[in-house]
């Protein structure tokens, strides 16, 4: 079966750096997606990785061990609205995985 | 506005009502996917399009649900007597199908079944 994993909710202060963490177990790999999701809205899509290391974009960076079935998302210089959900997605053959998103609360 | 568009944005029905909800991709995207998102969950796949063809569709969609993608272009999704844990944002994406490509969102369609 397929699984992701990360965590429920995370709070972080204003200006400061937040990783959130994804694990994954799934049939068949063809890269991993953080998309943002404000509340009552769509997901907008954040980043991608297929192959292991960081891809940064701006005040994002995405990291991907394949090996260890392992993804983080790191936002720096939190803003009041980086609070929001971010969901973790492997997409398999030919469909889209998706983690139970993780609640980013950005307090001043 | 060439982004992936949605219709109704809500819907509210009575328990055993029949609905169905249109999603316009975005042009030239050949592939097309509906998920169901409940609170608090990630998006759960339903079924997903390759052009017309309907390629891949949940177990855990039951014979209430169907889709369609005529002409490869727009597509419906049908819920038949409706439940009331059928109440749920109903959302739609579509990529190109290409390797490394992201789908895009359109904006949901939020079902409410009393």
């Known amino acids: 079966g397929q699984n992701i994993d990360q965590p429920t909710e995370m709070t972080a202060t204003e200006g400061a750096i937040v990783q959130i963490n994804c694990t994954y177990q799934t049939s068949g790999f063809n890269g991993l997606f953080w998309y943002q999701q404000h509340a009552g809205e769509a997901p907008t899509f954040l980043s991608y990785?297929?192959?292991?290391g960081l891809e940064e974009k701006g005040r994002f960076s995405s990291f991907l061990s394949r090996s260890k079935g392992y993804s983080y998302l790191l936002l720096k210089e939190l803003q009041m609205k980086d609070s929001a959900s971010y969901l973790c997605a492997v997409r398999g053959f030919n469909k889209f995985y998706f983690g139970s998103g993780t609640k980013l609360n950005v307090k001043p | 506005d060439t982004g992936v568009s949605q219709d109704p944005r809500h819907k509210i029905t009575k328990r055993g009502q029949n609905v169905t909800f249109r999603c316009d991709p975005i042009?030239?995207?050949?592939?097309l996917y509906w998920y169901r998102q409940t609170l608090g969950q990630g998006p759960e796949f339903l079924t997903y399009?390759?052009?017309?063809?309907?390629?891949?569709k949940s177990r855990l969609l039951s014979d209430r649900f169907s889709a369609e993608r005529p002409k490869g272009s727009f597509s419906t999704l049908e819920i038949q007597r409706t439940e009331q844990g059928d109440s749920a944002m109903y959302l739609c994406?579509?990529?190109?199908?290409?390797?490394?490509?992201?789908?895009?969102f359109g904006p949901g369609t939020r079902l409410l079944v009393l």
């Open positions: 990785n297929v192959l292991d």
């Open positions: 994406a579509s990529s190109p199908g290409l390797a490394g490509e992201t789908q895009y």
């Open positions: 399009f390759q052009n017309e063809a309907q390629l891949e």
């Open positions: 042009s030239e995207h050949n592939r």
